[in-house]
């Protein structure tokens, strides 16, 4: 933790995730003293940040995406993102860790489904993305196929199956 020259200490305010061409990633977390005032930022390596964050925090760039997300999606995101990072020891959301999936698995799309991700309306396609990728490592996948994105169509609004049945 950072103390300030008056003795308090210093609040994580914001963390923005910085990239320079050929350079390893770097955080800048900015910190404010709430009882002078005094404000400073510190860059530190992504992922590395030390004592600086004082609480579970949003990246600038994973906080903007989630807000570009409808209420009622948004709400439901941050709850899920957040619970598995206090279950992961962690504190920082990141854009990636956002959009990738909440258990840390590393999941492939084939090309077809990734194509058809595309084309689900932009206000819930994370969230179509989140539960593909979290149904796929429920069942010890490590891709998403068409298949899988099928039968999650149909369990959650009854479509697709229809197809089946003729």
Known sequence: MLTCGCG???HSEGIE???????SPQWFVRSE???CGLRVGVEVPA???GGLIDRTMWTDDALHRLERMPPYLAELVREDVE?????????VVTYDRLLGPLTGERIEWE??????????PSAVRAMAKIELERTAVERGDTRITVALMEEVKARYFGMGAAKDRR
């Open 17 to 23: 995730e910085r990239v320079d061409d050929g350079a």
């Open 83 to 91: 619970q598995c990072l206090r279950a992961g020891n962690e504190r």
């Open 33 to 35: 003293c709430r009882g």
């Open 111 to 120: 090309p077809e489904a990734e194509r058809r991700l595309d084309n689900v």
């Open 47 to 49: 992922g590395e940040p």
């Open 8 to 10: 308090r200490w210093m």
